[in-house]
């Protein structure tokens, strides 16, 4: 029997809007939550966040998925590169 994803795809989407909605309310961005995109990028050209608003978006989603971002996590370039991303780590890594 092949093991199975406890995630399913609708629940990511439902997951990945309301960490898109947590970053809107954190860093009072002027978009609509439903407005960015799974693949655009956190930096520059994509939603144009900074360190300081990465470190903040870090802040709010471990408190409210209870799991731990660490600064020096050679992985943070990757998991803060898009809101996809963002969103598969949560689903994986969260404990609540």
């Known amino acids: 029997m092949q093991e199975t ?5 609708l629940s990511n989407a439902s997951l990945q809007l309301e960490i898109a909605e947590l970053m809107v309310q ?5 978009v ?16 144009g966040l900074d360190s300081i608003d ?3 978006v870090a802040l709010v989603v471990s408190k409210r ?3 731990q971002l660490k600064a020096d ?3 943070n370039h990757k998991i803060f590169s898009s809101l996809g991303s963002l969103t598969e780590y949560v689903a994986k890594q969260r404990t609540r």
Not at 5 to 9: G, H, I, R
Request: aromatic share 6%.
């Open 5 to 9: 994803n406890l995630v399913s795809p």
């Open 26 to 30: 954190s860093l009072n961005l002027e």
């Open 32 to 47: 609509a939550p439903e407005e960015i995109l799974s693949d655009s990028p956190l930096y520059g050209d994509g939603l």
């Open 54 to 56: 990465i470190l903040e």
């Open 65 to 67: 998925y209870g799991l």
């Open 73 to 75: 996590n050679e992985d």
